[in-house]
């Protein structure tokens, strides 16, 4: 379940009757605040990246918690981290039977990565619903390898992302590919979901197939409309999504 931080970050949380782990703990607050609500004791953290709304709560609440496992990226600033972690590794909280295997998608910072294990894709600022992070540290070709490796995962893979900005990315997303019905039908759901008041994540990776722009870079409908963006002819899916990231900066 999420908890809300900030203006629209969330804090995934992973749980069992007493025992937890958070992801990208941005504000140690609201998490101290679930911890004693739910009577749960806190026994890892994992960070996807360094930004401060995904890391600022990680200090406060390693310290406060004895023996606490704290999982983020090799070659990135991460406060109290006691396990370094890139490609290939594998997290493992024992204390609530789960496992994940850490990918590097470098681009939105040097050495994001995400965790992937029960079906489930802890993404940090990479791939967003309908949307990506923006290109801080590295280059538009490896954002877009970066996306293309979460994009291989299976269909039903539930994405746990950083941000709810599933609406306003829906909006872009309509300008880029319209008559996407499968898109339409999206900005439907998660209109109700939000007027709801609830989360529209998580979404699935079948479902960001089928309506995310930044993973349909070589359809010709969105190739049309980086052209048109551009006011030039590009193919490669490299100068596409370069395209409509710069686009979407400027909208
Ligand atoms: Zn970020």
Redesign the pocket.
């Known amino acids: 379940m999420p908890l809300p931080a900030f203006k629209d970050n969330y804090i995934w949380t992973l749980r069992d009757a007493k025992r937890a782990a958070v992801v990208d703990p941005g504000d140690a607050a609201p998490v101290k605040a679930y911890l004693a609500k739910e009577q749960l004791e806190l026994v890892a953290i994992l960070a996807t990246?360094h930004?401060p709304d995904?890391t600022g709560g990680i200090a406060e609440l390693a310290a406060a918690s004895r023996g606490i496992e704290v999982f983020g990226p090799r070659g990135e600033p991460i406060p109290a981290l006691t396990h370094p972690v890139s490609e290939g590794d594998r997290v493992a909280i024992p204390a609530l039977s789960l496992s994940f295997s850490v990918l590097d998608i470098p681009g939105?910072t040097r050495a994001h990565v995400a965790y992937y294990g029960a079906g489930s894709l802890f993404c940090g600022?990479t791939l967003f619903a309908c949307g990506c992070?923006r290109v801080f540290e590295g280059t538009p070709a490896q954002m877009l390898a970066s996306l293309e490796k979460l994009a291989a995962l299976p269909d039903e893979t539930k994405v746990y992302c950083g941000h709810e900005y599933t609406l306003a990315n829906i909006g872009f997303a309509l300008t880029v590919d319209p008559g996407n019905a499968a898109l339409a039908e999206r900005q439907r759901r998660a209109r109700a979901l939000r007027e709801a008041g609830k989360p529209t994540l998580p979404s699935t990776l079948g479902e960001e197939r089928a309506t995310n722009p930044f993973l349909r870079c070589a359809e010709p409908v969105v190739v049309e409309s980086a052209n048109k963006y551009l006011g030039a002819r590009v193919a490669d899916p490299v100068r596409v999504f370069a395209a409509i990231r710069e686009w979407k900066n400027r909208a």
Do not use: E, F, W
Request: proline content about 0%.
């Open positions: 990246h930004h995904h939105h600022d992070g």
